[in-house]
């Protein structure tokens, strides 16, 4: 009985980081397996078609872009909310040959960050690679609703990929909130997160650094004890609020390597204008912490 599992296939492209500061990548997206995840009424875009459509604009305007991968994303049939959720997740290429050498960046052959599709809940987790292609990690829903999972990954001797996924959990969907709050301070218990963007409003296509101030929450006073987390002194990913999410609205920006005591800093691009929505992550007192802002690129 084949009902017990279902997939979905991404085909995905890859583009080189400049600088290794950001990528941009687009994607044609084809998807297929179970369509239940696709039947979201409230959802516009959600359509078979309206994806080919969506990922042919994409395939004309970065037309030197090439796919090369895809991911295919397993989960079992029944998956609830607020529950382990076992995920399998195959990598393979273009005509579904899997893909068996990955190189290891950032300490892992692949990072998984998983979003509800209004960028509310962010995980950033470490599938478990079994060899042939197939990784494997335990996710945790918290709501019922549709969620993006977008694997970040090195084919070996090939470019950072992106491979974007979705899933839906059922059940009914939390009332939306007024999500967006452009607060430039997070206080994280004993830690003070302030981003810095400079007085300028943050243009779209051109270079931005991003500070981070941390201070600790008691005293005010710049923290000296940040510990590289995944190898780096912070990592920061970026979506843009999109409906559907693409991979071309995800952004893994690499920290500098040298910044002040209490300073996380990035330099990275926002492609273009919307709402974008930032998670910086940074480990102190070898607990790893998580810091979101939304901004506005005009
Ligand atoms: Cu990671």
Request: include cysteine; glycine fraction near 6%; proline fraction near 5%.
């Amino acid at each position: 009985m084949k009902r017990f599992l279902t997939g979905i296939i991404v085909l995905t492209s890859l583009l080189i980081a400049p600088g290794c500061s950001s990528l941009t990548k687009s994607g044609e997206t084809q998807v297929s397996g179970n369509e239940s995840h696709h039947t979201d009424a409230s959802h516009n875009m959600s359509s078979d078609h309206d994806h080919q459509g969506h990922s042919m604009e994409h395939t004309n305007h970065e037309a030197n872009t090439k796919i090369t991968t895809q991911a295919k994303l397993t989960t079992p049939k029944n998956i609830a909310p607020n529950q382990s959720v076992n995920l399998v997740i195959n990598v393979q290429d273009t005509a579904g040959k899997s893909i068996d050498k990955f190189d290891t960046f950032q300490e892992k052959l692949m990072h998984l960050i998983v979003v509800r599709d209004d960028l509310a809940t962010y995980d950033h987790i470490h599938p478990t690679y079994k060899g042939n292609g197939r990784f494997e990690v335990s996710a945790n829903f918290s709501t019922p609703g549709d969620y993006s999972l977008f694997s970040d990954y090195k084919p070996s001797g090939q470019k950072e990929t992106v491979s974007l996924m979705q899933v839906k959990i059922p059940g009914s969907v939390p009332l939306p909130k007024n999500l967006e709050k452009f607060e430039k301070t997070k206080v994280l218990s004993n830690t003070k997160v302030n981003l810095n963007v400079g007085n300028k409003k943050i243009q779209s296509g051109q270079e931005v650094t991003l500070n981070f101030d941390i201070k600790d929450a008691a005293n005010n006073q710049p923290i000296k004890d940040i510990q590289p987390y995944l190898g780096e002194r912070g990592h920061l990913v970026i979506l843009k609020s999109a409906s559907p999410l693409t991979v071309s609205d995800y952004i893994h920006a690499h920290a500098l390597k040298k910044s002040a005591d209490g300073q996380i800093e990035f330099i990275t691009s926002f492609p273009q204008p919307g709402t974008y929505k930032l998670w910086m992550q940074f480990q102190r007192n070898g607990k790893v912490d998580t810091a979101d802002f939304w901004v506005n690129v005009v």
